[in-house]
């Protein structure tokens, strides 16, 4: 049963470019969150996709954006990077239903650094 | 890999002793909260939950403490062992909010031999 995964592992942009990041949940999970975690601190929500629509954000300005897809994996946007957006980007998923449900289960995450 | 606790409080405990790590929580309407372990280069893996119904949960060699009226959870691990050396987060949340998680600051557990 495969966890969490996230592609890819590492990125390197530039100041301004856009990127994507990717997230597959585990088998089973149906609701797909994002966050970001700098250096030397915790995860910070920025948000949560369930049937293909957001259904919760954080404090994360509208360059961050997301999708669902049927199969319920994601896509992290980030338009117009600053220095500032370099950190891991995690991504959580849980089931709606079952014993577990209340459970976020992260993938390994992506490192994105900015220039 | 990259540590992920540059700047993190630290607790160093010797092979075999117990150890206790320490959170405060800030939303009195958190109902669910999390206890977290995330090694270097790796995402946070859950270690056991307790829902605020409860004031104590154990698991295997780990017991979480809450106290809800000081806001304050803490994780007891028994006979801390090598491989217990990483960083610890407790997360709270409102199950009934959509569990959108909020991390606590996050220790250091470094373990000696």
């Known amino acids: 049963d495969a966890g969490v995964t996230q592609s890819p592992t590492h990125l390197i942009k530039t100041r301004g470019q856009q990127v994507t990041l990717r997230c597959s949940p585990k088998?089973?999970?149906?609701?797909v969150s994002w966050y970001q975690q700098a250096l030397g601190q915790g995860p910070q929500f920025i948000f949560q996709?369930?049937?293909?629509?957001?259904?919760q954000r954080g404090n994360f300005p509208d360059r961050f954006s997301g999708h669902q897809f049927p199969n319920y994996s994601s896509e992290l946007n980030v338009n117009a990077l600053l220095l500032g957006d370099s950190a891991l980007y995690l991504c959580?998923?849980?089931?709606?239903?079952?014993?577990?449900?209340?459970?976020?289960?992260f993938g390994a995450g992506t490192r994105l650094s900015v220039l | 890999g990259e540590s992920v606790g540059l700047h993190l409080p630290t607790l160093s405990v010797q092979e075999g002793d117990n150890s206790i790590i320490n959170c405060a929580y800030s939303?009195?309407?958190?109902?669910?909260f999390i206890w977290y372990k995330q090694e270097s280069g790796k995402g946070p893996q859950f270690i056991i939950d307790?829902?605020?119904?409860?004031d104590k949960r154990q698991g295997q060699r780990v017991t979480v403490l809450l106290n809800k009226t000081v806001k304050h959870l803490s994780l007891q691990i028994a006979a801390t062992q090598p491989g217990d050396s990483a960083v610890y987060f407790c997360?709270?949340?409102?199950?009934?909010?959509?569990?959108?998680?909020?991390f606590g600051t996050g220790t250091q557990l470094k373990v000696e031999l």
């Open positions: 959580a998923s849980r089931a709606l239903a079952g014993d577990y449900k209340n459970i976020q289960y």
């Open positions: 088998s089973g999970h149906d609701t």
């Open positions: 996709y369930y049937e293909e629509e957001e259904r």
């Open positions: 939303n009195s309407a958190s109902d669910y």
């Open positions: 307790i829902r605020s119904n409860m």
């Open positions: 997360a709270e949340t409102r199950m009934g909010g959509g569990n959108k998680l909020t």
